[in-house]
């Protein structure tokens, strides 16, 4: 059943029109500019610029780049407010007017497209929006709102850096910590769930060591190249093979590198993997069966030398509070239409948004905002073509501006509201 909003829900929206269009401006800017993980400084400075502006007190270069911004209004809960400000190594092909055609020097001195591929643009711009309406609106509510805009997420560093750098001991603990991730789906949906709602990731680099030789005397070679195909082949089983069909997990080959010519077999291959589990107990078993699987095929090879298996990165688990959903859900049902507020199942992208809550002891919500303009996801849906959509880290990846933005931005100020009561 479809319900109306609350007079509340127009009250707040009449609040945000007259924000529009300067927030359309910051979104198209930031888009235009993205900056890699940790080189943030542009994006660090407009998000400073506007907490400023709006009256809060405002701490820079926490954690590198990050930015976090404090509005004490009275006694009250404090809640915490989360946007990631980085975007990716990715040539844009969305063909807008306000594509970016940045290129940026990347960790390993590697010049490379840079575009905001995941939506991180829309995240800060939601919670400028969001700061800004509730700088507005004191009288409405009482409290400390924090808003924290923190760097690279996209590399999992951004959340722990921050942690590194005193945020746990330079601000006020918050009663609950927000945040939230524009994805495919209609615009103007809001999905999430209690429990996890995006999982463990561990990347990898296997550096697999073989015996070069010329390509017309392959037995004078140990094939690091034949070693690696034997690997990326055999770890596609452990989903398939060692896990039972009620347990998840994703493991995803990125890269595999070997060789430069025809002609030559090198001496080694570089393989990197990605994992993605919901369970702790299944992550274990299959981060083991990756080192054995690994070992073995070396072996098998009569490789010269044991592999060597590097962490890349890891991001935690992130779960949302029960009591804190329960909260946040129904705040949403009391100012948007009910058929928009969805239960979605634990989704199999990461976040670092989950270090927040659980190291500082508190409990968090994590939600997802629909993006994708309704009639396409309409027409793909009945096609049984959604997968067709691109997705989150794609060159064509585009939230629709209307109503993501203002969607976002209301969800973030009302989910504080449940907190924040007058």
């Excluded at 709006?54 to 006694?75: F, H, Q, S």
């Excluded at 690279?152 to 601000?171: H, N, P, S, W, Y």
């Excluded at 592999?307 to 049902?333: C, G, K, W």
Aim: aromatic share 6%; glycine share 10%.
């Amino acid at each position: 059943m479809k319900t109306k909003p609350s007079s509340g829900a127009d009250s707040l929206s009449a609040q945000l029109k007259g924000l529009l269009p300067e927030l359309e401006a910051l979104y198209q800017d930031v888009h235009a500019h993205p900056e890699l993980s940790m080189q943030e400084t542009r994006t660090a400075k407009l998000a400073a610029e506007r907490l400023q502006a709006a009256g809060y007190t405002v701490t820079t270069g926490i954690g590198n780049t990050g930015v976090v911004g404090v509005l004490k209004n009275g006694d009250g809960p404090t809640v915490m407010l989360r946007a990631d400000m980085d975007a990716l190594p990715v040539k844009e092909a969305t063909g807008v007017p306000y594509a970016s055609q940045v290129t940026a020097t990347d960790s390993e001195g590697k010049t490379v497209p840079v575009m905001h591929a995941c939506g991180h643009d829309m995240h800060v711009t939601w919670l400028a929006g969001a700061t800004q309406l509730l700088a507005q609106t004191r009288s409405d509510w009482h409290g400390t709102v924090m808003a924290v805009f923190q760097p690279a997420e996209e590399t999992a560093a951004g959340a722990q850096a921050m942690i590194d750098d005193g945020l746990f001991k330079r601000f006020p603990k918050p009663d609950v910590v927000l945040g939230q991730h524009v994805m495919v789906g209609p615009a103007g949906m809001l999905g999430g769930r209690s429990g996890p709602i995006t999982s463990a990731a561990d990347s990898f680099q296997i550096r697999l060591f073989g015996r070069g030789a010329h390509g017309s005397m392959p037995q004078a070679s140990i094939d690091p190249v034949v070693m690696a195909a034997s690997v990326v082949l055999r770890l596609q089983t452990i989903v398939s093979r060692e896990l039972a069909a009620s347990e998840a997990a994703v493991v995803t080959i990125g890269a595999l590198q070997a060789g430069t010519k025809e002609n030559v077999i090198p001496d080694e291959a570089i393989i990197k993997l990605n994992v993605r589990t919901f369970d702790e107990g299944v992550r274990k078993r299959v981060l083991g069966a990756i080192e054995r699987i690994v070992n073995a095929e070396a072996a098998a090879s009569g490789a010269p030398r044991a592999p060597e298996i590097t962490s890349l990165d890891r991001y935690p688990l992130a779960t949302n509070d029960p009591t804190a959903t329960q909260r946040v859900v129904e705040a949403f049902r009391r100012h948007f239409p009910t058929d928009r507020i969805r239960t979605t199942g634990p989704a199999s992208a990461s976040e670092d948004f989950g270090s927040f809550g659980a190291e500082w002891g508190v409990p968090s919500v994590f939600w997802f905002v629909g993006g994708t303009d309704p009639g396409e996801y309409a027409k793909a849906l009945a096609a049984n073509r959604l997968n067709d959509i691109p997705t989150n880290h794609n060159p064509r990846f585009l939230p629709v501006l209307h109503p993501t933005l203002e969607v976002g931005v209301k969800a973030l100020v009302v989910a504080s509201r449940a907190w924040l009561a007058a």
